[in-house]
T-cell receptor
Framework: DSGVTQTPKHLITATGQRVTLRCSPR?????VYWYQQSLDQGLQFLIQ???????AKGNILERFSAQQFPDLHSELNLSSLELGDSALYFC????????????FGPGTRLTVL | GENVEQHPSTLSVQEGDSAVIKCTYS??????FPWYKQELGKRPQLIID?????GEKKDQRIAVTLNKTAKHFSLHITETQPEDSAVYFC??????????FGTGTRLKVLA
């Protein structure tokens, strides 16, 4: 157990819908990262927050947004869902904003039908 | 933009043999190079990392080497065991900037 929690574990929804994925970082970690992993694919970096502020952006679609709250938990919002958005979404946390070990949560598996 | 190339994409070795996975990064300012192991259906976990002021680091059967001039770093696993079978990801990071992950190597250790 890495200490990073993600909810829900599984999510099944329809095209066009909107969902929210939630992540709680390890105690003491200020950075949160979001990744998308499609079947048999690598880890696509979406976005990073550090102590409530957006720090870096990857290939995140405009339909996706995220935020980190004062208690440091983070939410990833996915809207106007398409079939291709089906994937495993990982959240990771680290102590600092960059060159540190990242601790991954168990992931949320999103299925868009 | 920055990227990290990782080779090979799949690797099969006999149990007891060594495995080597190589990564090349493009951002010369990168200074932190972690390796993650992801077993089937599980989360990625750090197995070893190296910083730019070090050329090599070992931890039991696992070692990482870094060549900053060539912008290469490699993961070496000796005396492979079936439980080493997994997908391995390299990454490169610069200061407070984001990680860039490689595309992954699926390692199969044949008993």
């Amino acid at each position: 157990d890495s200490g990073v929690t993600q909810t829900p574990k599984h999510l099944i929804t329809a095209t066009g819908q909107r969902v929210t994925l939630r992540c709680s970082p390890r105690s003491g970690d200020l950075s949160v990262y979001w990744y998308q992993q499609s079947l048999d694919q690598g880890l696509q970096f979406l976005i990073q927050y550090y102590n409530g502020e957006e720090r870096a952006k990857g290939n995140i679609l405009e339909r996706f947004s995220a935020q980190q709250f004062p208690d440091l938990h983070s939410e990833l919002n996915l809207s106007s869902l398409e079939l291709g958005d089906s994937a495993l979404y990982f959240c990771a946390s680290s102590v600092g904003p960059g060159e540190n070990e990242q601790f991954f949560g168990p992931g949320t598996r999103l299925t868009v039908l | 933009g920055e990227n990290v190339e990782q080779h090979p994409s799949t690797l099969s070795v006999q149990e007891g043999d060594s495995a080597v996975i190589k990564c090349t990064y493009s951002d010369s300012a990168s200074n932190y190079f972690p390796w993650y192991k992801q077993e089937l259906g599980k989360r990625p976990q750090l197995i070893i990392d190296i910083r730019s002021n070090v050329g090599e680091k070992k931890d039991q059967r696992i070692a990482v080497t870094l060549n900053k001039t060539a912008k290469h770093f490699s993961l070496h696993i000796t005396e492979t065991q079936p439980e080493d079978s997994a997908v391995y990801f390299c990454a490169a990071s610069r200061g407070t900037y984001k990680y860039i992950f490689g595309t992954g190597t699926r390692l199969k250790v044949l008993a």
